[in-house]
C-alpha cells in the first residue's frame, strides 16, 4: 500500500509539474518596433485563433534593441518584430536571433534575409509626393540623384532630414553608391533650399496646402490621405483634417525610374529570439504574419505591400510585380550601418 501510495505522488507530482511548464509555455511575448495602431489588430486576430496567451511591449526599434540588451538572457521576449531591417540586422550582430527553419524563410517572394536569421513582413517605398496643380510629372527627373538640379522648386521641396526612413534612404545611398555621391547629393539638395520637417505627416498636408510643390517621403502617406488606412487616420484623424481621407486631394505619387534609389524598398520583419521558451510557438506567429490574411490587412488596412504572392491589393495600389521592380536590389541588412549616415548629416548640418 505505502508503494502504491509512493508510486501516486510521484506520478501527481510529475503531473503538476508538467501542467505547470505547459501553462508557462503557452504565453508569447512579443517585442513590437510596429507601433500599436498599425498591428493590435493582428495580435487580436492571432490570440482569438489559437488561444494563445500573446502579450507585446511597444516601443521603437532602438528602444526595444536596448533593453534587450540590458535583460540579455533574461529577457521574456520570444520574439522581436522591427520597423526595419536594420535593427534585425543590429540584433543578429549582437547574437541575439537563431536560425529559422526552411518552413519560414521559403515562405515570402521577395526581400529575404541572407542570413535567414528573419522573415520579411511587409515593404513599403520612398516616392516624390506632389501636388498636381503645382507641378507637371513629366518634367520630373527620372532619378532622385538628379533632383537637386530642379532649380524651379527652389524652396518648394520638403524633405524629413531627421526621420528614420530619411535615415534608411541614405545609408541605401551611402552603401549602393559611395560616401561621396550621399555627401554631395546631400550638399546639392541643400541649395534648393528645402523645407525640413519633423515627420511625413506634416509634410504632406504642406503639399496640400500648397505651402510646398513637392516631397521625399513614403509611399503610404499618400494613400492614407487619399483613402484612409490604419495608421493616422484611426489613431490620430488630425493627419486628415475634419472631412477624413479625400480620393480628390490634390497630393499624387510620383516613382522614379524602376531600380532607382529613390524608390528604396524599407522592408518590416520578425525573428525568434534566443530567448524564447517555446520556438513553436514563436514560428507559429511568424507564420500567421505571412498568411494571407495578415497579408492582406498589411495592404488594404496599413497599405504596405505585402511580401508574398497570395494577398489582395486594393485597386488604388500599384500592382506587386511593378512595386518589385521599383527598388534597386540591396542587402537590406545594410541599413545597420546607421553612424556613417549620422555622421553625414551632422556634417552636412542637417542634424
Known sequence: MKQLTKVFITVLTAFLIGSCTQSSSDQLVVYSGRSQALVKQLVADFKEQTGIDIQVRYGNDAELL???????????????????????????????LTTLPDSLTTKPDAYQSATGKWVPVTARFRVLAYNP????PEELPKSVLDLPTMDKFEGRVGWTPTYSSFYDFVTALRLTKDNETAKQW??????????????NTPMVQAIMAGEIDLGLTNHYYVIQTKHGGKEGYFEDHEHYGEEGPNPDANIETYHFENGDIGNLALVTGVSQLKTADNPELAQKFMSFLLSKQAQ??????????????????????????????????????????????????????LI
Open 296 to 349: 492582406e490587412y498589411a495592404a488594404q488596412s496599413v497599405n504596405e505591400y505585402p511580401v508574398t504572392g497570395e494577398a489582395e491589393l486594393p485597386d488604388y495600389m500599384l500592382e506587386a510585380k511593378e512595386a518589385l521592380k521599383l527598388s534597386p536590389d540591396y542587402d537590406y541588412e545594410q541599413l545597420k550601418q546607421l553612424e556613417g549616415t549620422l555622421n553625414l548629416l551632422r556634417e552636412a548640418g
Open 133 to 136: 496643380e503645382k507641378v507637371n
Open 66 to 96: 536596448a533593453v534587450l540588451n540590458e535583460e540579455g538572457e533574461q529577457s521574456p521576449a520570444d520574439v522581436y518584430w522591427a520597423n526595419t531591417t536594420g535593427a534585425l540586422a543590429q540584433a543578429n550582430e549582437q547574437d541575439m
Open 186 to 199: 546631400l550638399n546639392d539638395m541643400q541649395s534648393l533650399d528645402p523645407k525640413a520637417y519633423s515627420s
